[in-house]
Nanobody, 124 residues
Framework: HVQLVESGGGVVQPGGSLRLSCAASGLTYSSYCMGWFRQAPGKEREAVAAVDSLGRIRYVDSVKGRFTISLDNAKNTLYLQMNSLKSEDTAMYYC???????????????????WGRGTQVTVS
């Protein structure tokens, strides 16, 4: 049974920083993707960043240079360090995971099997 639990959201002023954490349990695949998605009210859920079991990382263009995704395998925890936050970063942020069969991590949320409940980030 895979469980993902996010934490670290909050309210921050523009230009500020937050670090999100996602504690994972039960994820036993040797090849996998883990990622951060976000969804603002009235908008589609979008991918923010993803990392696979080989350490390959990708970011959506709007967060490149500001956000950093990392995975601590010893702690089974995924992180998202968010710097220089903007009002447009305001959203519910979700941690997601899936088995990776081939290629690189998908940008499509429908291809992720496991989800956390989300943590709210408000930049205001």
């Amino acid at each position: 049974h895979v469980q993902l639990v996010e934490s670290g959201g909050g309210v921050v002023q523009p230009g500020g920083s937050l670090r999100l954490s996602c504690a994972a349990s039960g994820l036993t695949y040797s090849s996998y993707c883990m990622g951060w998605f976000r969804q603002a009210p009235g908008k589609e859920r979008e991918a923010v960043a993803a990392v696979d079991s080989l350490g390959r990382i990708r970011y959506v263009d709007s967060v490149k240079g500001r956000f950093t995704i990392s995975l601590d395998n010893a702690k089974n925890t995924l992180y998202l360090q968010m710097n220089s936050l903007k009002s447009e970063d305001t959203a519910m942020y979700y941690c997601a995971a899936t088995r990776l069969y081939f290629g690189t991590c998908s940008w499509f949320h429908g291809e992720y099997d496991f989800w956390g409940r989300g943590t709210q980030v408000t930049v205001s």
